[in-house]
């Protein structure tokens, strides 16, 4: 009964992903320092044929160097869709990270550079394993 109350009045309000989240606009402070291998909720924007798009979660690739002087930062996008080609030699999972709500997959040939402003808040880390797992599949 709550959820159909809950979806009711999300039909009504015409509420956005950014308005259930409680994440509206860039909620990143100022002079916040990004580093490599930090996990980052980012609004992507409209996605493109099969480009990953809107609000997801994403990995910093960029070096921590660049990540402090410049207004641009290079990510990898992730997905929930775990199971969805996951021997393909571009992704790696990531099981169990915390800052995830779920398992998800490193979409590793989706690499891209975002203005900062699309980094909505900080989610996580993932372990020098990991990165050095997502290294591998973004070099495929």
Known sequence: MQLAL???DLARNALSITDVY???GNMMREGWI???GDIYLA???KPSGS???GVRPVVVLQNDVGNFYAPTITIVPLTSKFEKKIKQPTH????ST???LRPSMVLGEQVGTYDKSCILRYLGKVSRGQMRGIDAVVKV
């Open 51 to 53: 480009q990953q798009g």
């Open 6 to 8: 809950w979806m009711r």
């Open 43 to 45: 609004n992507l924007g």
């Open 98 to 100: 915390k800052g995830l």
């Open 34 to 36: 990004y580093r490599r």
């Open 22 to 24: 409680g994440i509206g």
């Open 92 to 95: 790696y999972p990531l099981r």
